[in-house]
C-alpha cells in the first residue's frame, strides 16, 4: 500500500510524451496486436517480415514533444506509434534550432549525442580535404551523395547545407545589357497645346479666367473726333469668361470693362463695359434651345451722327438684350426659330455751360423673330435661308420734333454655314432689310445686307478671321430717316514663339444716310505684340491708326496711337 501511494511519474511523462496519437496509427497497432494474438493461438511464430503495415508516424501536437533522441540509427528504436519520426529527405525542409530540453538529459541522450559530435567533425574533416569542389547549396536532402574520396553524405549532412534566402533571386546582379522597361506613365508627357494659357480658377461648377491690363496711351487724337487733340491717357481694361464642366449641357459668360483717364492733354473720361451670357440646353425629340442675355454701357461716340456739338460728356448708351431659340433637326433639314429682345435706353447729355439735355426720345425696344431652314450637303457644308421679321417700337411715339419713329422690319438672308475644324468653320450670308417707319414723310431705310464670322487656319499656331456684320442705325435728327453701317474686319494672330504673340488687324467701315446724300468711310489699321514673362503676366504693345473720310462737313478725323502696358491674367 505505501509503494502504491509513493508519487512516482508515469513513464509517459518520462519519456516527455505530449500531443495526440492519430486514430489511423492506433487502428493500424490495434490490427498488428489482433493479428498476432491469432498466430500465437493456432501454434504459429509471426515472423517479422510478414508485417506489412505501414509505417507509422507520430505527428507532435508542439515543438520539444519530440524526444530527446532522434537518431533513426538509434538501437533504442522500438517501432511502436510512440518512437520519434523518421529524417525525411525534404529538401524543402528547415533545420530549425532544436527547443531547449525541459529536463536534464539522460545518460543515454548523452552519449548519442556524443556519437553525432563525432560524425559531424569526420565529415567536416572530409569535406576540408577537397576545397576546391564546389557544392550545389539547392541540393539539401539527397542521401545518396558523396564526396571526391568516395565517401558517402549522409542525409544529416545534407540537411545541415545552407538553404536559398527569400530574397535571393531580388539580390542577383542585374544584366549589364539588358534593355531598360518604360514607365507606367510613359517616357514623355503630352506637351500642352498653349503652355502659356490662363489656368483658370475653379468656382463651383465653372472655371473662371479673369484678366487685367493696364497701360499708357499716347494719342493725336483724344476722343477721335473732328475737334480732338494729343492727350496721354491712363488705359484700364478688365475680361473675364466663364465656361461651366456640365456633363450634357454648357453655359458661358464672358464681359469686358474699358476705363480711359486723361493724364495730360486733351481731356477723356471714358467708361464702358459689356457681359453676356448663353446656355445651351437639350431637350427631348432631338429639340435644343439656346437661351443669350446681355447687357451693355458705352457712351455715345464723339464720331456718331447722333454725337452732339458742344457738350462735355456725351449721353450713356445702355442696351438690354436677349434671346431664345429653338433648333430642330429632320434628317437633313434643319431649323431654327429664334426670338429676340433689345431695348436702349439714353443717359442725359452734359452741356459745356454745366446744364443738362434729356435723349429720352431715342429710347426705343425692337423685337424680331428669325425662322431659319438649311439643309446639310455633308457635314462641313450646310446651306441655309432666313427670314426676318420685327417691330421697333419707341418708347416716346412722337418725338421732340414731332415725327412717328417706330417702325416696322422685314428682311431675308441666304447663305451656307461651313464647319471643317480648325481648319475653317463659321458661315458667311448676303440679303436685304427693309425698315419702314410709321411717319410716311421719312424715307424707309433699307439696302442690302452682309454678314460674316469666318475663321481660318492654314497652319498651326496662325488663324485669320473675317467678320462683317450690317447695323441700322436710327436717329431722331429732324426730316433723317437714319443710315445703314457695313463694318468688316479682317485679323491675322500669329504665334510666333510660345511665349511671343502677334497680331494685326484691317477695319473698313462704310456707313451710308437715307434721306441725305451722304455717306462715311473710315479705315483702320493695327499691330501688337504680347511677350508672356512666365503663366500669368506679360507685356503687350498696340500701334494703331485710324482715319474717317466724309463728304458731309466737320466730320473728317485722323488718329494715331500707340499704347504700352502689363496684363495679368489668372
Do not use: C
Amino acid at each position: 500500500m505505501f509503494a502504491l501511494l509513493r508519487p512516482t511519474p508515469l513513464h509517459a511523462q518520462e519519456a516527455e510524451l505530449r500531443g495526440e496519437v492519430s486514430e489511423s496509427a492506433i487502428l493500424s497497432d490495434q490490427q498488428r496486436k489482433a493479428r498476432q494474438l491469432a498466430m500465437a493461438s493456432q501454434g504459429q511464430q509471426p515472423p517479422a517480415a510478414q508485417d506489412n503495415a505501414p509505417p507509422r508516424t507520430y505527428l507532435p501536437a508542439s515543438a520539444g514533444a519530440v524526444p530527446d533522441n532522434t537518431d533513426p540509427n538509434d538501437a533504442t528504436a522500438t517501432g511502436s506509434v510512440f518512437d520519434p519520426p523518421a529524417a525525411t529527405d525534404d529538401s524543402a525542409a528547415d533545420n530549425p534550432t532544436p527547443p531547449k530540453p525541459r529536463r536534464r538529459p539522460s545518460a543515454t541522450d548523452q552519449k548519442a549525442a556524443d556519437q553525432d559530435k563525432g560524425k559531424t567533425a569526420a565529415t567536416s574533416k572530409k569535406k576540408k580535404k577537397n576545397p576546391a569542389k564546389a557544392t550545389d547549396p539547392t541540393t539539401t536532402g539527397s542521401a545518396n551523395a558523396a564526396d571526391d574520396n568516395g565517401d558517402a553524405v549522409t542525409d544529416q549532412d545534407a540537411a545541415n547545407r545552407r538553404a536559398l534566402t527569400i530574397d535571393s533571386v531580388d539580390r542577383q546582379k542585374l544584366d549589364a545589357g539588358a534593355e531598360r522597361t518604360a514607365a507606367i506613365e510613359g517616357q514623355k508627357k503630352k506637351a500642352e497645346d498653349d503652355p502659356f494659357a490662363a489656368p483658370g480658377v475653379k468656382w463651383g461648377s465653372f472655371v473662371i479666367r479673369p484678366t487685367i491690363e493696364q497701360g499708357l496711351t499716347a494719342t493725336t487724337n483724344g476722343d477721335s473726333s473732328s475737334a480732338g487733340t494729343s492727350a496721354l491717357l491712363s488705359e484700364t481694361a478688365l475680361r473675364f469668361s466663364a465656361v461651366s464642366d456640365w456633363r450634357e449641357n454648357s453655359a458661358t459668360i464672358d464681359g469686358y470693362g474699358l476705363f480711359r483717364e486723361t493724364l495730360s492733354g486733351y481731356q477723356v473720361h471714358n467708361a464702358q463695359g459689356r457681359i453676356e451670357g448663353q446656355l445651351n440646353v437639350d431637350l427631348d425629340n432631338e429639340l435644343r434651345a439656346i437661351a443669350k442675355l446681355g447687357y451693355e454701357a458705352v457712351p455715345e461716340s464723339a464720331s456718331s451722327p447722333d454725337a452732339i456739338a458742344g457738350v462735355s460728356t456725351q449721353p450713356l448708351r445702355q442696351t438690354i438684350d436677349g434671346s431664345l431659340g429653338v433648333e430642330k433637326a429632320v434628317g437633313k433639314m434643319q431649323y431654327t426659330l429664334t426670338g429676340a429682345v433689345s431695348h436702349d435706353f439714353y443717359g442725359d447729355a452734359k452741356l459745356s455751360d454745366g446744364t443738362s439735355l434729356s435723349q429720352k426720345d431715342q429710347d426705343n425696344t425692337l423685337y424680331t423673330a428669325t425662322l431659319r431652314t438649311g439643309y446639310e450637303i455633308s457635314p462641313a457644308l450646310t446651306p441655309f435661308t432666313e427670314i426676318e421679321v420685327g417691330r421697333r417700337i419707341y418708347d416716346q411715339r412722337i418725338d421732340n420734333e414731332g415725327f412717328e419713329r417706330s417702325s416696322t422690319r422685314l428682311g431675308a438672308r441666304a447663305g451656307v454655314q461651313l464647319d471643317m475644324g480648325e481648319k475653317l468653320s463659321g458661315e458667311f450670308s448676303a440679303g436685304w432689310l427693309r425698315e419702314a417707319i410709321d411717319d410716311k414723310t421719312l424715307e424707309p431705310i433699307s439696302g442690302a445686307t452682309v454678314n460674316a464670322d469666318l475663321k481660318w487656319s492654314p497652319e498651326r499656331g496662325t488663324t485669320i478671321g473675317l467678320t462683317g456684320k450690317t447695323t441700322v442705325e436710327t436717329t431722331t435728327t429732324a426730316g433723317e430717316s437714319g443710315d445703314i453701317l457695313y463694318s468688316g474686319r479682317l485679323t491675322a494672330e500669329r504665334q510666333i514663339r510660345a511665349n511671343l504673340t502677334a497680331n494685326a488687324a484691317l477695319g473698313l467701315d462704310w456707313r451710308d444716310y437715307v434721306g441725305i446724300d451722304g455717306h462715311d468711310r473710315i479705315l483702320s489699321a493695327e499691330t501688337g505684340l504680347t511677350w508672356w514673362l512666365n503663366r500669368y503676366a506679360g507685356l503687350t504693345t498696340r500701334l494703331r491708326t485710324e482715319k474717317l473720310t466724309s463728304n458731309l462737313p466737320g466730320r473728317d478725323y485722323t488718329a494715331n496711337s500707340i499704347y504700352l502696358g502689363v496684363k495679368v491674367q489668372r
